[in-house]
């Protein structure tokens, strides 16, 4: 779903866009995700919409969270390289040991790797980080990366995306 002004503002159902079709408060700009059959028509279903009216984009959360950090370190454990969908958050200094959780403290670890390194520092496991972790700078556009691998399509509509994803 793209703002008045083209900006992508967040990823919606289907049924959603119907309904912001319908009412008038949106206008389709590409379809091209199949049709949707109902007893009486045929409908196309949109893969980007365009809202009628300005809305103001919702503020930058800059929050912590499990999501964030896999994001920031690319679904890649920190100390491995794997890259996985299994992954778990590691406090690089342990809660127990005063570990804060800060970005600076908190890595993408896959289970393996965060139940042999357990309660020790990386030093301890001998288990060394490629990189400090660090408190990334906040990307709007952060949200629809999850998206775009399969998504072709909605590349073009995501500023900055095909040169941080190397696609160009
Ligand atoms: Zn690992």
Redesign the pocket.
């Known amino acids: 779903m793209l703002n008045q002004n083209y900006e992508p503002l967040n990823v919606c159902n289907v049924r959603r866009a119907f309904v912001l079709l319908d009412r008038g408060k949106a206008e389709i700009i590409e379809n091209g995700r199949g049709y949707l059959h109902t007893t009486t028509a045929l409908f196309e279903i949109p893969s980007v919409i365009r809202l009628i009216y300005l809305i103001r984009r919702p503020r930058p959360q800059g929050r912590l969270t499990r999501r964030d950090v896999f994001l920031r370190d690319h679904f890649m ?1 920190q ?2 390289g ?1 890259q996985t969908r299994d992954l778990t958050l590691d406090h690089v200094l342990p809660r127990h040991r005063g570990g804060a959780h800060t970005w600076e403290n908190v890595v993408a ?2 289970k ?2 965060n139940h042999r390194k357990a309660g020790r520092t990386p030093q301890e496991a001998h288990m060394l980080l490629p990189k400090d972790p660090f408190r990334p700078t906040y990307s709007f556009f952060r949200s629809f990366y999850p998206y775009i691998e399969s998504n072709e399509g909605w590349r073009k509509f995501i500023p900055g995306i095909e040169a941080e994803f190397g696609f160009a």
Do not use: D, P, R
């Open positions: 454990c100390y491995c794997k670890a896959c393996g790797c």
